[in-house]
């Protein structure tokens, strides 16, 4: 049990570290992550450049560090716009049934057909790479998992007792919705976005790394990788691998959150 | 009498913790009683009174996080509490065999009930691979299954609950144990079900002189059924007696209760409104020594003392300082 | 009383089993229909996804930038030169009536023609979709099997050591970029220690490529006996199959975990425990086997996941398949192979959905049989 | 011939002796066999048809002949070069221009023979040279640009003599049927295919070859490789050493390096820039060849049409606050010839040579408060991905040069094939980009990059009459002083004018094992299998 909840501690310390790098990353490093030239091109890691430069002699520490904020950035707008309308339909669909159930489930299942990085692929090269559109793919992918989690949730519910005595008591429709069914469907959802977040960030990274992803000269770990790729062959291993940690930290601390709410969630671990 | 002869089953002392999210749960304190071959014996109480966990400690299948702390169960002599696992899991099935509740979930739902019945004879008998299907279609006939033949290629949820239940006492019954633990055997079964059921687990032990151990909610099906009647509450075993003085003498006062209420005609314990309060928590540290004084109207100063046996009548006993009078109950 | 009950119930229990049988031989034929009707079912229920998809792909692949009538043109047409080739290509009409010409094409089977390959898209789909599905298929063989074991081992001992470190080993796995994961591996394996072979598609161009049958090389070499090319094949195929495979183990072991540990505490497992069955029956004849289905559904979802970070990894191990297909012919704003691709992937998708179904039907009795 | 005999005797005795002794007959076939990586294939095996890409002309120049190819030279760096001043036979034994100038008599080689074993004659020349004429496309106008442009120009005298008519006296015309677009086809194999919508046969030839040349197609599977083997009858030029040829695509750059260094591949030509350096550094087994690709060059476009490069203050400005060195060093790795910092005025009539601007800020500034644009604007930087090694850098580079100036720039890549969509529409402000011209004339050049025709590769939309009339004059100028004249006339406009500033001539490098010999540089950057082989 204390192995368990310390695997979470360790997830919630490393994102309250990267939150800090998000947030105070402009302060916290050390060069100016966009100015070119700041060391010698392609230095290995030193005293100076703790990460090593890349092939402009940027610094790659600085540049790890400014690209949480953007990485992050990503990570949550999508994921809240996913949660935001995912949870809506989700919700729609679960509660009123018929119609709603049928349109919803069926765009769901829609999304749900396309392999999903292809999808963000395609929904990214149509509208063009701008940090907007990476979200907007990668809230889409998203969004047939809210909307099954959330109408799952409200299906279930919507016939108990205190919706029925909610609607005795005069409640709207809406009112139910909001005040009664909806905060059922936070605790499975708070796992999905737990987990979610640390895939979008993947999803960012992948797109960057097939050149659709933010442009140059803008800071974001999978694109740091992508430069750094070609560089591991002639042994300058250090500018992919600092951001590829980064990145994988990052995702890692998600998914062992996801991992340690859904177990504090799933009542077959409580058997 | 009872005491010249060697008990099939003897439990004494027995305490089983649980350790849970909310902390350490004492599930069984102290309980003790013995079994001899060929008696029925019923143990009823509340749910999580502790009589299902009683008998997954004596069989060595609790959950991972229970653990038996005290005691011993000697079975025919042999000391379960101590034995191996493998001791343990040769003697199941085979001689202590367990029939449970909700007889549809209880079976493999993807596998056919003959193929069930072949494995727990595969397990504990010399049967050959060849000879083992007759086995298996002959225990589905003698639980009175009709055409065994077609029912041994039945899936669990092709068979109605009755017939469910006919195949968990196939399968208890296979091996020809000395000991069926029948657990709430009529739980989720319609009532003519039940009636029929119960008949089949009375006759079957009888015909084969087996010792059973009927757990239940229903007081009304333990003294149709039982010879003696052991009464549980939150892990502790408050009165045992034979069951006709049970019914007419009945000395703790929770046992008291429960047949009042019986008397007004309540299905089972289950439904029983009138016993006040609840079942207390069993992680609370400042548990008094009865665990039923919460509850009792007859709570005295001596409650707060450890909790004693006491005989109070020919193979009666009752843990209650303060134990009703006999004439009350009358 | 009692035993006038008994016969009673008894009585009921015969009319009723003589009711239940009859009732059977009635249904059996119509019952394998409804195995059928089943899969038709689910079949036709997926129509709308499809027909979604179609849409979806058309209305995508329009909207990408690019004009791929100036890439037909030549590099030096002049703009007239290219409207020409425009009106010739049909992207000049209206979206409505490029979408039925679009339909009109489908239904012909015909997917377009690839600029960047020159070929039609639906036999460079053929050519290279074995190529994908090996791959795909080998690291979800790589998954499973070593996704299961942690799994289970992870569920007969929760809260313990193993589990914890199944889970970390996992997690680790799930959040390593492939592409990420696809370099190191061949940096390690091939560059630095030299074990695994160079990373340049299916086959070292020193062999020839068995002769196509199956369009699976491991199958194609076995098939032509020739022992040689079947390890050549597979070591090309162990480093990329290992990327992808490291990234789907995180999501089949943890199903599999709650799945164990869902069926360990239920009342069959306690039944047969009860029973004295040895732990091996209990553990992989009841439990594992009960616990299979709802792995099996996530295995569906993995599926699509793999044909996702497929892409990525083709593109660094250059490994032939549909994946790098597309995503050059994205890049390259190439339609008709991102069409393709992604109605191919779709149909793909919903053929293993069926072929899950079926493996549901096999496994669980209840879907075989009460469909 | 003699050689070729004894060659062909000698290999047959090494055949035979070696039998027995399979270790070397396993080296000898590795070393008939060449394996190359590069990060793209054909789509197309004849060049002739819409769209066919850069990797396709490679399949025409070995595949296929023509009548005339060039000569040899060796390159100051010891790189074996083609040589644009000499014309060789290939199809043709021989050919005489009349006395007028205005045609050309081609005899044919009498022994030729398509891979099919059909000899090749008069006819099969005139039909192949009517469909690059007639097909449009790109065939066509390559043809154009050295007045070859209609079917009746080309006369078949007898099965071995053709004749090509002038329409005008084009010093271009004879070096243009020796690139790529002009091979010889199996006219009656191809006819064979031939359907009412297709007269050319085009979406045949697409899958097949119906050539004559130094290889023959063994297998090509799009996307992933293709394979050559060699043409044993084919007696137009000597007999290449390499008998098999594997050629896959490795879209990995990293992955294709570390092939090269562990010896699995023989060959390579597209890598970044930093890899060749590296390579050519490290005097490991891989050697590197490298030469300045002939009439390209690497520049920044800017569009004429609109504000603020409307301005010629403000592009020379730009053309002052780029930063050439460190372009060259840290994006192009020295894999590129210096093209700033030269004279005020051209000197000659050599092309590419160096624009007289250098990185200079204050003068930048300078101009653009001259043009009134002290506080700066914003504007976008696009470039091709299909570059990004090289300019992604680049573009960053200029990002941050531009801001001193008060140029806010947002850098914009633009997928590969998007990238001549949008180069044809002429609205992208500012972009970076790569063009050159196979025949190696200024004239050439200038008439595609900056005249007022408006061809596509005209990226800024510059017009100028005056440059026009400079450039038209020039191609058909027959005196050289004049010539001269003219050509430095108009280099002098485009430096002053700036509508474009060219950052470094690109180099052509290919990477390959030490006993890989005979590579040859040719300007269409294409690989000929023909001349290499392994020591």
Redesign the interface.
């Not at chain 3, 160079?198 to 598609?201: H, Y």
């Not at chain 3, 505490?265 to 069959?268: T, Y």
């Not at chain 3, 039944?271 to 004295?276: D, H, K, V």
């Given at each position: 049990m204390a192995r368990e909840h310390g695997l979470t501690l360790i997830a919630l310390v490393l994102l309250a570290g990267f939150a800090v790098l998000a947030l105070g990353g402009g302060w916290l490093a050390p060069y100016d992550p966009l100015a070119t030239g700041v060391g010698a091109s392609l230095a290995p890691p030193d005293v100076h450049h703790w990460f090593g430069t890349d092939a402009l002699g940027r610094d790659i520490l600085s540049r790890v560090i400014s690209a949480a904020r953007l990485d992050f950035g990503i990570a949550i707008a999508a994921v809240a716009v996913s949660f935001v309308i995912g949870a809506t339909l989700g919700c729609l669909a679960g509660f009123y049934g018929g119609w709603y159930d049928r349109i919803i489930g069926r765009l769901a299942d829609t999304i749900m057909a396309f392999p999903l990085f292809v999808l963000a692929m395609g929904v990214v090269a149509a509208l063009g790479n701008t940090v907007a559109n990476i979200v907007i793919a990668t809230a889409l992918i998203n969004l047939p998992f809210y909307i099954r989690v959330a109408r799952a949730e409200v299906n279930m519910r919507r016939e108990a007792g205190y919706v029925e005595a909610a609607r005795l008591c005069g409640a709207s429709n809406r009112q139910i919705l909001a005040l009664h069914l909806f905060p059922n469907v936070l605790p499975p959802m708070m796992v999905q976005i737990s987990l979610n977040l640390g895939w979008a960030i993947l999803n960012a990274a992948g797109l960057s790394f097939i050149g659709l992803g933010v442009r140059p000269p803008a800071a974001e770990w999978g694109i740091m990788v992508a430069e750094g790729a070609q560089l591991i062959v002639s042994g300058e291993w250090w500018v992919a691998f600092f951001p590829g940690l980064a990145l994988m930290l990052a995702v890692f601390a998600f998914n062992l959150l996801g991992d340690g709410a859904r177990d504090l969630i799933d009542p077959r671990r409580r058997s | 009498m009872t005491e010249h002869r060697v008990p099939l089953l003897k439990v004494d002392n027995l305490h089983v913790q649980f350790s849970t999210r909310r902390g350490i749960a004492r599930v069984l304190d102290g309980v003790s009683f013995h079994l001899d071959r060929g008696e029925t014996l019923g143990i009823v109480g509340e749910s999580g009174s502790g009589k299902s966990v009683l008998f997954l400690a004596l069989l060595g299948i609790l959950e991972g996080n229970a653990s038996i702390t005290q005691g011993s169960a000697q079975f025919g002599g042999f000391e379960l509490l101590r034995a191996s696992q493998s001791e343990l899991a040769n003697l199941r099935g085979r001689e202590l065999a367990m029939v449970f509740q909700n007889p549809r979930a209880a079976l493999n739902p993807i596998r056919r009930v003959g193929q069930q019945i072949e494995d727990i004879l595969l397990r504990h008998s010399a049967v050959t691979r060849s000879a083992v299907r007759a086995r298996a279609i002959d225990a589905l006939r003698q639980v009175q299954i009709n055409d065994p033949e077609a029912r041994y290629h039945a899936y669990p949820f092709e068979l109605s609950g009755g017939q469910c239940q006919r195949v968990m006492i196939a399968m208890a019954l296979a091996c020809r144990p000395a000991l069926l633990i029948a657990d709430e055997p009529t739980t989720g079964l319609d009532v003519t079900t039940q009636a029929a059921i119960m008949a089949l687990i009375r006759d079957l032990t009888k015909v084969r002189q087996m010792a059973t151990i009927l757990v239940t909610h229903d007081l009304g099906l333990a003294g149709e059924s039982c010879d003696r009647i052991a009464v549980m509450h939150a892990g502790h075993l408050v009165e045992i007696a034979p069951t006709a003085r049970l019914f007419s003498a009945p000395r703790h006062p929770y046992t008291a209760k429960l047949l009042a209420c019986t008397a007004y005609g309540a299905e089972s314990i289950e439904d029983l409104a009138s016993v006040p309060g609840q079942l207390p928590n069993l992680t609370r540290a400042d548990l008094p020594p009865c665990r039923f004084s919460e509850r009792c109207n007859r709570q005295l100063a001596a409650c707060a003392l450890p909790l004693a046996y006491q005989e109070i009548g020919p193979a009666h006993w009752v843990a209650c300082c303060n134990p009703e009078r006999a004439e009350e109950a009358a | 009383m009692?035993?006038s009950?008994?016969t009673?119930?008894?009585m009921?229990?015969?009319v009723?089993?003589?009711w239940r049988?009859r009732l059977a031989r009635l249904i059996r034929p119509l019952r394998r229909l409804g195995w059928l009707g089943f899969l038709l079912r689910r079949l036709a229920g997926?129509l709308?996804?499809?027909c979604?998809?179609i849409v979806?792909t058309f209305i995508?692949?329009r909207?990408?930038?690019?004009?791929?009538?100036?890439?037909?043109?030549?590099?030096?047409?002049?703009?007239s030169?290219?409207e020409e080739?425009r009106h010739a290509l049909g992207l000049d009409r209206s979206l409505l009536v490029q979408f039925g010409l679009y339909l009109q094409d489908l239904a012909h089977w015909d997917l377009g023609r690839?600029?960047?390959?020159?070929?039609p898209v639906a036999s460079?789909l053929l050519?290279?979709l074995p190529a994908s599905l090996e791959l795909t298929v080998t690291a979800l063989l790589l998954a499973t099997l070593t996704a299961l074991p942690l799994g289970v081992l992870a569920a007969t001992r929760?809260?313990s050591?193993v589990d914890?470190l199944c889970?970390?080993v996992a997690?680790?796995g799930?959040?390593?970029?492939?592409?990420?994961t696809g370099?190191?591996l061949?940096?390690i394996f091939?560059?630095l220690l030299?074990w695994a072979p160079?990373?340049?598609?299916r086959l070292?161009?020193?062999f020839e490529p068995p002769a196509t049958l199956t369009g699976f090389y491991l199958i194609d070499s076995l098939l032509a006996g020739d022992g040689e090319l079947f390890f050549a094949c597979l070591g090309q195929l162990i480093l990329p199959a290992v990327t992808l495979a490291l990234f789907v183990i995180?999501p089949i072991a943890?199903m599999t975990r709650?799945s164990m540990?869902?069926v360990l505490?239920?009342?069959?497992v306690?039944?047969?425990?009860?029973?004295?069955?040895?732990?091996p029956?209990i553990l992989y004849?009841?439990a594992l086997?009960?616990a299979l289905l709802p792995v099996l559904t996530t295995l569906g979802m993995v599926f699509?996941?793999l044909?996702?970070?497929s892409?990525?990894v083709e593109?660094?191990?250059?490994w032939?398949g549909v994946g790098?297909?597309?995503?050059?012919a994205?890049?390259?704003?190439?339609y008709a192979p991102?069409q393709g691709?992604?109605l191919a992937?779709?149909v793909l998708?919903?053929l293993l959905n069926l072929l899950i179904d079926i493996a549901y039907g096999v496994?669980?009795?209840?879907v075989r049989?009460?469909a | 011939m003699k050689r070729r005999l004894f060659l062909q005797s000698s290999s047959a005795v090494t055949a035979l002796t070696a039998l027995p002794l399979g270790a070397f007959a396993q080296a000898d076939r590795r070393r008939e066999l060449l394996i190359v990586a590069n990060e793209l294939g054909p789509n197309s095996l004849d060049i002739h048809t819409v769209g066919a890409n850069r990797p396709s002309y490679g399949v025409s120049w070995v595949c296929y002949d023509r009548l005339l190819t060039f000569g040899a030279k060796r390159l100051p760096n010891g790189v074996m070069s083609y040589d644009f001043s000499k014309l060789e036979p290939e199809l043709a034994e021989s050919w005489q221009v009349a006395s007028d100038g205005m045609s050309c008599t081609f005899k044919l080689r009498r022994n030729a023979r398509f891979h099919d074993g059909t000899p090749v004659t008069a006819r099969d020349v005139k039909w192949s040279l009517d469909r690059a004429v007639t097909v449009g496309g790109f065939p066509t106008f390559q043809l154009k640009a050295g007045s070859i442009e209609k079917p009746e120009q080309f006369v078949v005298i007898d099965d071995y003599t053709v004749r090509i008519d002038y329409l005008r006296k084009d010093k271009l015309l004879l070096p243009d049927l020796a690139t790529p677009v002009p091979s010889i086809f199996n006219s009656e194999l191809v006819k064979k295919h031939a359907t009412e919508h297709d007269p050319w046969a085009l979406d045949w030839t697409k899958n097949n070859v119906a050539g004559g040349g130094a290889y023959r197609l063994e297998a090509w599977r799009p996307g992933q490789e293709i394979v050559y083997v060699r043409n044993d009858n084919w007696t137009n030029g000597p007999l290449p050493k390499i008998r098999r040829i594997v050629q896959r695509d490795v879209p990995s750059a990293g992955t294709r390096r570390a092939l090269l260094e562990k010896g699995d591949i023989d060959m390579s030509f597209e890598m970044p820039p930093k890899d060749f350096l590296e390579m050519a550094q490290a005097k490991g087994r891989v050697k590197v060849a490298t030469v300045p690709i002939e009439n390209a060059l690497w520049y920044v476009g800017m569009n004429v049409k609109s504000a603020p490069f409307n301005n010629p203050q403000i592009r020379q400005a730009v053309a002052y606050a780029l930063p050439y060195e460190r372009i060259y060093e840290d994006a192009m790795y020295r894999r590129a010839e210096k093209m700033w910092g030269g004279p005020a005025h051209a000197p000659d009539a050599s092309w590419p040579q160096p624009h007289p601007y250098v990185y200079d800020i204050p003068k930048a500034r300078a101009l653009m408060k001259a043009a009134g644009a002290e506080n700066g604007f914003e504007t976008t930087l696009s470039y091709d991905l299909g570059n990004a090694t090289v300019s992604e850098p680049t573009c960053i580079l200029i990002q941050e040069s531009l801001a001193l100036i008060g140029i806010k720039v947002q850098i914009n890549k633009v997928p590969g094939a998007n990238w001549r969509g949008a180069l044809l529409k002429k609205d992208m402000p500012l972009i970076l980009n790569r063009f050159g011209g196979w025949l190696n004339y200024p004239e050439y050049f200038f008439f595609w990059a900056y005249h007022g025709q408006d061809a596509v590769f005209n990226t800024m939309s510059y017009q100028n009459p005056a440059m026009d009339k400079l450039i038209d004059a020039s191609r058909f100028e027959t005196d050289h002083q004049r010539y001269v004249a003219d050509v430095r006339g108009f280099i002098d406009i485009a430096w002053n004018d700036v509508p474009r500033v060219p950052l470094a001539q690109p180099a052509l490098d290919v990477a390959m094992q030490k006993d890989v010999q005979g590579y040859r540089y040719w300007f269409h950057l294409q690989p000929d299998y023909r001349q290499i082989f392994k020591s």
């Open positions: - | - | 009692k035993p009950l008994d009673h119930s008894d009921a229990g015969t009723w089993a003589a049988d997926a709308p996804s499809l979604g998809v979806v995508l692949t909207a990408l930038p690019g004009d791929p009538a100036a890439y037909f043109a030549g590099p030096a047409a002049s703009q030169a290219v080739v690839s600029v960047s390959s020159g070929q460079d050519a290279r929760p809260g050591l914890h889970r970390i997690t680790a799930v959040s390593l970029p492939t592409f990420f370099l190191l061949s940096f091939y560059y030299g160079a990373p340049t598609g070292d161009p020193t995180a943890r709650a540990l869902g505490s239920s009342d069959f306690r039944t047969a425990r009860a029973s004295g069955l040895s732990r029956r004849v009841y086997r009960n699509s996941f044909l996702g970070s892409i990525l593109k660094v191990f250059a032939p790098s297909y597309a995503l050059e994205l890049i390259a704003s190439d991102v691709f992604v992937l779709a998708y919903l496994v669980d009795p209840r049989l009460e | -």
